[in-house]
């Protein structure tokens, strides 16, 4: 299976802030890497997929790259909403293995 | 709007069976390759298992392969999570996932219904 490793596992940071989150493969999964927030008691919400790809409706501040084996996602100046965790998933390899997470705290 | 709505979720004896349900509205089900995933209470998202748009691939988790079983009708826009031989560490909320497109491979999880739990415990 393919291992995901997100660094962070927390982050404190402040409005306006520019954060940045890594995502590391086990092995190379070319480009197909996705970005989920999650919110307490809601479902993951998809942010980024194709590595790069920003779905509609998300906020240009977020934004991702990387191929490979290494993957970010930056948050260009944090707003209150964007207070959540955050976590990763591969879409190369069965089992479609997700990150442990990354909690953002003000 | 894309609405996915769970069902079949509750409390269960460890070896014992549940059968989910999934019923999707506000898109054309047979365009999209279907998922579960499934959330421990604390802890990150676990893919179980996804379906092709016509069934033709299936995958499955290591974790639930051989209990597991994973089918869609496209005429009632449903699709199934059959659990066999349920253990406590299958305990979470199950989550019906709409993909991004028709193949279960590189599809990016798009829409999220908001779960049904599912406690394996005696």
């Known amino acids: 299976d393919i291992q995901m490793t997100q660094s962070p596992s927390s982050l404190s940071a402040s409005v306006g802030d520019r954060v940045t989150i890594t995502c590391r493969a086990s092995h190379s999964i070319s480009n197909y890497l996705n970005w989920y927030q999650q919110k307490p008691g809601k479902a993951p919400k998809l942010l980024i997929y194709?590595?790069?790809t920003l779905q509609r409706g998300v906020p240009s501040r977020f934004s991702g790259s990387g191929s490979g084996t290494d993957f970010t996602l930056t948050i260009g100046s944090l707003q209150p909403e964007d207070f959540s965790t955050y976590f990763c998933q591969q879409s190369s390899t069965a089992p479609y293995t997700f990150g442990q997470g990354t909690k953002l705290e003000i | 709007e894309v609405r996915l709505v769970e069902s079949g979720g509750g409390l269960v004896q460890p070896g014992r069976s549940l059968r989910l349900s999934c019923t999707g509205s506000?898109?054309?089900?047979?365009?999209?390759?279907m998922h579960w995933v499934r959330q421990a209470p604390g802890k990150g998202p676990e893919w179980v298992s996804g379906i092709s748009w016509n069934s033709d691939t299936i995958g499955y988790a290591d974790s639930v392969k051989g209990r597991f079983t994973i089918s869609r009708d496209n005429a009632k826009n449903s699709l199934y999570l059959q659990m066999s031989s349920l253990r406590p560490e299958d305990t979470a909320l199950y989550s019906c996932?709409?993909?991004?497109?028709?193949?279960?491979?590189?599809?990016?999880?798009?829409?999220w219904g908001q779960g049904t739990l599912v406690t394996v415990s005696s």
């Open positions: 506000g898109f054309t089900f047979d365009d999209f390759a």
């Open positions: 996932v709409k993909a991004k497109i028709v193949v279960v491979k590189n599809s990016p999880l798009e829409d």
């Open positions: 194709g590595a790069s």
